[in-house]
């Protein structure tokens, strides 16, 4: 069906839907793209995105209360990249209104229960659309499941052999001077942790199989590949839970295995999947190491905790930290963004002890400026006909945009490859 559009940004106001509209700005001038931005107020979207340089083509009004304005967005164009959140509260209508309209939807979302209560609700229904639903398509959690997925494919490629195990690690480098509060965690995703804890499957966010439907699927990948929440050594390095939250890519990476395999023909057999954040530096700076990663595994410990509290003590507790903690639009400005490098490795073993590596090298600030352009990105190849694997349903970002285009995504700032064998170990 031909759209008037191939992709809106519902949302473009914000911190992160702003980065997201000046990508596509900057690849309108690269290859033809039709794209415009959605929110409730077109002249405040209009006024904002002006402030930080950026001219949509066409500015449509549209509020998540109001269903035939979504409606009307969804059916003019082909995709549509929702920024709005939290999520939980706010996204289902909007993905109605995609599936209703055989939009192709992707999002940003952390908020696993949430994916869930999507998967439940709309696969089936999106997949006999051939609608793509792509959740937890930035940062959490499209770098790790495209890298994973690379390694499966070669995998399977070269020696015909699944995968035993994978250890993925993140190593950042920020900009030069003293840290900022509005560095580590955005509004947007405070916010989505409040919504998370208050939502009635919260006790499931640690599980990594809460996204895989078929209990006789999902119960060997909780026996196999538990999520770990204290820190570890490996290469030299302090291994610390995952940021902003370790309970993300295991679930939706070992989704997209399951739904691999359903694709490929072949039985589904769970890996065993670690990961986390890299602090390298001297043996004289380990205990100095060991403190970072220990205060990081007693926040996530916190959260966990928090998230198996009963209704009484975790709905009040949810509230504080959705009045007190930072709202939507805190998070770093300007050349600050541009100044963050990052790296993410991947180790795997096959079935037949074979060693092979997956590698990501990355510009931008992981969760606001990369995210951004990783979702601009995998909404152009959402846009593009036969650019990304054919079929619909709720997808993880591997699922619904496959590998074959993924050195796209090095005009995003992110350089995939993969090799046999290991890797170079971290720097000590």
Not at 19 to 40: H, I, K, M, N, S
Not at 117 to 130: K, L, S, V
Not at 180 to 186: K, L, M, N
Not at 298 to 311: D, F, K
Request: hydrophobic content about 45%; proline content about 7%; aromatic content about 6%.
């Amino acid at each position: 069906m031909a759209r008037e559009l191939d992709i809106v940004v519902f949302g473009a106001s914000g911190v992160t839907g702003r980065q997201v509209a000046a990508y596509l700005a900057e690849r309108d001038r690269e290859t033809p793209l039709r794209w415009a931005v959605a929110g409730r107020d077109e002249r405040r979207v209009t006024q904002v995105l002006e402030q930080t340089g950026v001219t949509a083509p066409q500015t449509l009004t549209a509020d998540v209360g109001e269903p035939a304005g979504l409606a009307a967005m969804a059916a003019a164009s082909a995709v549509v990249l929702d920024l709005v959140g939290p999520y939980t509260r706010y996204g289902r209508p909007v993905i109605e209104a995609c599936v209703a309209a055989g939009t192709h939807y992707a999002d940003l979302t952390g908020e696993l229960p949430f994916v869930r209560e999507m998967i439940d609700a709309f696969h089936e229904r999106a997949a006999e659309a051939g609608v793509k639903i792509v959740e937890v398509c930035g940062f959490e959690a499209l770098p790790a499941d495209l890298l994973v997925a690379l390694v499966a494919e070669r995998a399977r490629s070269l020696w015909g052999e699944g995968l035993q195990s994978v250890d993925l690690e993140v190593q950042v480098t920020p900009p030069p001077g003293l840290p900022r509060a509005s560095d580590s965690i955005s509004g947007g995703t405070f916010q989505s942790f409040a919504a998370v804890t208050a939502s009635e499957d919260a006790a499931r966010i640690a599980d990594p199989a809460l996204l895989i439907t078929d209990e006789s699927l999902a119960a060997p990948v909780r026996a196999r590949s538990p999520i770990g929440l204290a820190p570890r050594r490996s290469n030299g390095a302090v291994i610390a839970p995952m940021a902003p939250a370790p309970f993300i890519n295991p679930a939706v990476i070992h989704r997209s295995a399951a739904l691999r395999a359903l694709a490929e023909g072949h039985d589904f057999t769970p890996f065993r999947y670690r990961e986390g954040i890299a602090i390298p530096g001297s043996p004289v700076t380990l205990p100095a190491r060991w403190a970072i990663g220990a205060a990081l595994s007693g926040t996530m410990t916190g959260l966990r905790a928090l998230s198996r509290a009963r209704p009484a003590v975790r709905h009040p507790l949810s509230r504080a930290m959705a009045r007190l903690g930072p709202g939507s639009g805190f998070g770093p400005k300007g050349e600050r963004l541009k100044q963050w490098r990052w790296q993410m490795t991947a180790r795997a073993l096959t079935d037949g002890g074979r060693s092979l590596h997956g590698l990501l090298d990355a510009d931008g600030h992981p969760g606001y400026l990369a995210t951004a352009r990783l979702l601009g990105e995998a909404g152009i190849l959402l846009a593009e006909a036969d650019a990304t694997p054919a079929g619909g349903g709720c997808l993880t970002p591997s699922a619904a945009l496959g590998t074959d285009g993924i050195e796209r995504f090095a005009r995003a700032g992110l350089r995939f490859s993969s090799g046999e064998g290991a890797p170079a170990p971290a720097q000590a």
